[in-house]
């Protein structure tokens, strides 16, 4: 019966190849590929790829009578996190090789197990500074659990208490005060009961 069991003879891949390397993937199929077409452990297949950092789904079919489809969806990076890793709109956090090309998205920070938390924070300010022109550079939440992020040069402490309502008096406070004066701003601190500090860059 091995003229209907035979081996593979094509690998169809399917990917858009934004990060994921061709050549990494087919590398991490090869060693199964011995096998021939019906004694392929496409389970194990797929639990390899999905191991591969910038792999977040994976598909494989047969299609006799010697054809192997693979298809794959990558992950996108919206930010980094810490330095070393990067993260994912739904708070995933992955470690590819290398960061280096992505050096000018927001820097978030936090505890891993925390990284989902501070992804959704990420969004909700950048949604409510987007239409000031103004976008999240740095965000980290402290051990403490306060919280501080960057907007072009300035850091802005929202400390662990009353985010929403502390963001609201920011922005209110960014048009009525500071909106002229932004590029003289360096510190707002915002963890007052109903005002804010701001410090002034030095000349």
Do not use: C
Not at 103 to 129: K, R, T
Not at 149 to 172: A, C, N, P, S, W
């Amino acid at each position: 019966m091995n003229w209907l069991n035979r081996p593979i003879a094509r690998v169809e891949i399917h990917a858009g190849f934004e990060s994921l390397d061709r050549v990494d993937v087919e590398a991490e199929l090869e060693p199964f590929l011995v096998n021939r077409f019906f004694h392929l452990d496409l389970e194990a297949m797929r639990q390899t790829l999905l191991l591969m950092p910038w792999v977040r789904e994976a598909s494989l079919r047969r299609r006799w009578p010697d054809r192997l489809e693979v298809s794959l969806q990558e992950r996108q990076a919206v930010a980094r996190w810490k330095q070393d890793k990067l993260i994912t709109g739904e708070g995933v956090v992955f470690a590819p090789d290398s960061v280096d090309k992505f050096a000018l998205l927001p820097l978030l920070s936090g505890l891993d197990d925390e990284a989902l938390e501070v992804m959704q924070q990420y969004l909700s300010i950048s949604q409510l500074l987007r239409p000031m022109g103004l976008s999240v550079s740095e965000l980290q939440l402290g051990s403490a659990g306060s919280w501080r992020f960057k907007v072009d040069h300035v850091t802005v402490y929202v400390g662990r208490d009353r985010r929403m309502e502390r963001l609201q008096r920011f922005i209110r406070l960014y048009h009525a005060r500071l909106d002229s004066r932004w590029s003289e701003v360096e510190r707002v601190d915002m963890r007052y009961l109903n005002g804010a500090s701001v410090s002034w860059r030095q000349n």
